[in-house]
């Protein structure tokens, strides 16, 4: 299919969801790569968000839709404002695709949560199609109860401090998890063929990665190292972690009358407790997940006939409860000392972290000080690196030139003996050997360019 220029017009793949499914880690790994993306012929836009582009699904819904939105995204402007600008990015951005792109892919979970009619995907359509030869849509279906266990800990995330248990319904209830629903919307505006689902379980992924899976079956052959941080992104909460979160909402509640799901003091915390605690998630018993995963027996095997027609069912591996099992009338409460050790925990990273900060601030200020022929304020910035970081490299061999300038040479010895215990292969271990073995009328400390390499 050619363009009015005459030129062949590029596929798109629309991947469209669903959350929980891997997708934050391949939008941040084709956000982050888009000049090599570029060199392949592929191009990941900018106009719908740096990774997940979920402004084109909140420019084609109304405006009472979009709470679920982050304010973040918004950029500080009204709502309404930033989807106008976002709308004439957009256009401009794909009438202007480079000559020899051969394919273009938009990414956000949100477009298969938030367009839930068969107008609103059809808008989409309108939208994309002038610009496009073959459409794909892309999505990933992953086990009914094993989604809900992993979107337990992003629930907590925003605030929603509900214990953890299967909320009532099926799939007139939870439309979410009508998998037939939403496949055959989609289909019935861009077609049977175009409709690409794939199943979110580690026997059906290449390699057992969905990072691999997506990039092999959209033929984008991007290099991405196996331990790229990318790669596991937005990973569930250790057990303990979900009880510290509940706790310390509850806490907060109590004192302000509500949580804010989205204030800076609560989204820092879930950072710190992210960064601190990742783990399995919440695990609810073999008997609760199987009777929440029947359901959805019916709409499971309509998506099985329909798209996976030579499997024997849908999903592998279903829960299974043993005879006799119930499951628990009322979820537990929060565990106070298994939050408490958490809390521990929690404690000790951000301590560490927070000294870390500070060892690197005083660091640039003792290298401004140095500049500004302040020695003895420099010292004293150098010491306060070390009060926070005792290994500091730069720091230990700033205290072994200052003893050595003074005549100390004993504690100059002791200093470099520290750095060479501390960091045996550092350059600063080279320079201070021969520095301290020359008389100290002989040295001459820069504070300029050539000044040893601060690397840390």
Request: charged share 25%; with cysteine; net charge neutral.
């Amino acid at each position: 299919m050619t363009g009015g220029d005459g030129s062949a017009r590029p596929d798109l793949v629309l991947h469209i969801g669903q959350w929980k499914t891997g997708t934050t880690s391949i939008q941040r790994i084709l956000g982050a790569r888009r000049e090599e993306l570029a060199a392949l012929g592929v191009r990941y836009p900018r106009s719908p968000g740096h990774a997940n582009h979920q402004l084109l699904p909140a420019s084609l819904v109304p405006a009472e839709r979009l709470q679920n939105i982050h304010p973040a995204t918004w950029e500080g402007m009204e709502p309404a404002a930033r989807l106008a600008r976002f709308r004439a990015e957009f256009a401009e951005e794909m009438a202007g695709l480079p000559t020899g792109t051969r394919l273009v892919v938009i990414s956000a979970e949100q477009l298969a949560g938030m367009l839930v009619e068969e107008a609103e995907i059809a808008a989409l359509r309108s939208l994309v199609a002038p610009f496009f030869g073959r459409i794909r849509v892309a999505m990933y279906l992953r086990r009914q109860d094993q989604h809900y266990e992993s979107s337990y800990a992003q629930r907590l995330r925003v605030g929603d401090l509900r214990p953890p248990r299967f909320p009532d319904g099926g799939p007139e209830v939870l439309v979410e998890y009508d998998y037939a629903r939403t496949l055959g919307l989609w289909a019935a505006v861009f077609g049977e063929a175009a409709v690409e689902p794939r199943l979110y379980e580690p026997q059906s992924l290449r390699g057992g990665d969905i990072v691999e899976d997506f990039l092999v079956q959209y033929g984008i052959p991007l290099e991405v190292p196996a331990d790229d941080p990318h790669r596991r992104s937005n990973p569930s909460l250790a057990p303990e972690a979900i009880d510290l979160v509940r706790i310390l909402g509850a806490r907060i509640e109590q004192e302000q009358g509500a949580l804010d799901g989205d204030s800076p003091l609560w989204c820092r915390m879930i950072q710190a407790v992210d960064e601190a605690l990742p783990g399995r998630g919440w695990k609810p018993p073999p008997a609760e997940a199987a009777a929440f995963l029947a359901r959805f027996e019916a709409v499971n095997e309509a998506v099985r006939r329909r798209w996976f027609p030579d499997r024997p069912s849908l999903f592998s591996d279903p829960p299974r409860a043993e005879p006799g099992m119930l499951p628990p009338a009322t979820p537990p409460p929060p565990d106070p000392a298994a939050a408490l050790e958490a809390a521990c925990a929690l404690i000790a990273r951000e301590t560490a972290s927070r000294m870390a900060s500070e060892a690197h601030l005083h660091a640039q200020i003792a290298r401004l000080r140095e500049r500004l022929d302040e020695p003895e304020n420099a010292l004293n910035a150098w010491r306060a690196v070390l009060r926070n970081d005792p290994t500091h490299p730069v720091a230990i061999a700033r205290m072994a030139e200052a003893a050595h300038r003074s005549g100390r040479e004993q504690e100059a010895l002791d200093h470099l003996g520290r750095l060479r215990q501390l960091h045996p292969g550092h350059a600063l271990v080279a320079r201070l050997t021969r520095m301290l073995a020359r008389p100290a009328s002989q040295t001459v400390i820069s504070a300029g360019p050539a000044s040893p390499p601060a690397t840390r």
